[in-house]
């Protein structure tokens, strides 16, 4: 009896010491990466862009004419950054710096020129399956607006 | 014949010495031949014996010692009354005599009051709403660094946590969304 309880709390001790489901430091992160290119004109918005919340209020609502140029699933591991090429002929690259406790992801992102480092922004942001944007960069008569969404605890889809 | 006699404003002065020598050796000679003039500066020089002899009585009379201690005693007794106190009576007077007075100031400081309540209390508006948004007309700002490692533990939004805008300038800052959670944005200002 006692060597039964002693091999049920082994057992319990070591499937507590795994890690959850929801931790799994050997899962790749997934991600989307919208392109969008914004212009102050009047004319059309791209009906999957009207669904995103942030992109109706300022400084974007500023913005009359709204293309989605391309949208880009990516999938983030602990040593596989994604790259995204941008249509101004830049790339921009994610990497997975770090799993949070939280259930949040840090990740590094950063838009090079060909041949160049760190030209543009080397920003680290903690996402949490909310959007960000990047924006401002010149192209086609217009700006570029960026919006990335890394899956994480509330990855709940844009509005 | 009529007798000119001495006027009354200079028998004053001569009485009190203020007649320059030459006035003062006029006027004598006259109350020296003249029984009215002289008997009207006897009567001053009565006049004055009596002031000086009742002011000196009175003031013999007086102890001043005994009425200093009274005034010190008196001060003991009354001390200066409170600000909460003048403040209350300042209430109470004006109350009876003038409302305005009581109720124009303390409205102003109740609205004064809440509106301080209101700006401690309010919920931080994202930079965006202040009108903090991307100008690229603005001049070129340096490179903006957020502090490493600060998000806040219990936010379930997507904070940008340090950026390096490399050689461009730009700025960071949030939208606010319908449901309260709030959307990072990094914005280049490219030359």
């Known amino acids: 009896m006692l060597s039964r309880i002693a091999a049920l709390a082994f057992f319990i001790a070591a499937f507590g010491a795994l890690p959850a489901s929801g931790q799994d430091v050997t899962r790749d992160v997934k991600g989307e990466v919208l392109v969008v290119l914004a212009k102050e004109a009047e004319g059309p918005v791209d009906a999957k862009l009207k669904s995103i919340d942030a992109l109706q209020k300022p400084p974007f609502n500023s913005f009359k004419t709204m293309e989605l140029l391309a949208t ?11 790259t995204v090429q941008l249509p101004n002929g830049r790339s921009l690259q994610i990497k997975l ?7 949040r992801h840090k990740v590094s992102v950063s838009i090079n ?14 996402a949490s399956g909310e959007p960000f944007f990047v924006a401002g960069q010149k192209h086609a008569g217009g700006t570029l607006v960026i919006g990335v969404k890394i899956a994480g605890k509330s990855a709940k889809s844009s509005k | 014949m009529s007798i000119e006699h001495v006027q009354e404003d200079a028998l004053n002065m001569h009485f009190d010495g203020e007649l320059a020598p030459a006035e003062a050796a006029s006027v004598e000679r006259h109350l020296a031949t003249c029984g009215e003039c002289s008997k009207r500066l006897n009567s001053m020089q009565r006049l004055h014996e009596m002031i000086t002899m009742s002011a000196a009585q009175v003031a013999s009379e007086v102890d001043f010692d005994a009425m200093f201690g009274r005034v010190e005693q008196g001060t003991k007794v009354a001390p200066v009354p409170r600000l909460i106190e003048r403040i209350g009576l300042w209430v109470t007077e004006s109350l009876q005599h003038n409302p305005m007075r009581v109720w124009a100031p303390a409205g102003g ?18 930079m965006a709403k202040r009108g903090v948004v991307p100008d690229e007309r603005e001049p070129k700002r340096e490179k903006m660094m957020v502090a490493e490692n600060d998000p806040a533990p219990e936010s379930n939004a997507s904070e940008v946590v340090q950026v390096d805008f490399g050689s461009n300038t730009g700025t960071v800052f949030e939208i606010a969304l319908a449901d309260g959670a709030s ?7 490219e030359d």
Request: no cysteine; charged share 20%.
């Open chain 1, 113 to 126: 020129r060909p041949d160049k480092q760190d030209y543009l922004p080397l920003l680290t942001v903690i």
């Open chain 1, 72 to 82: 880009h699933e990516v999938t983030l591991g602990e040593a596989t950054p994604a």
């Open chain 2, 109 to 126: 400081l109740a609205l004064a009051a809440a509106a301080a309540v209101i700006f401690v209390l309010r919920p931080s508006e994202p």
């Open chain 1, 97 to 103: 710096v770090e799993r949070m406790a939280d259930g």
């Open chain 2, 183 to 189: 959307t990072p944005v990094v914005w280049i200002n």
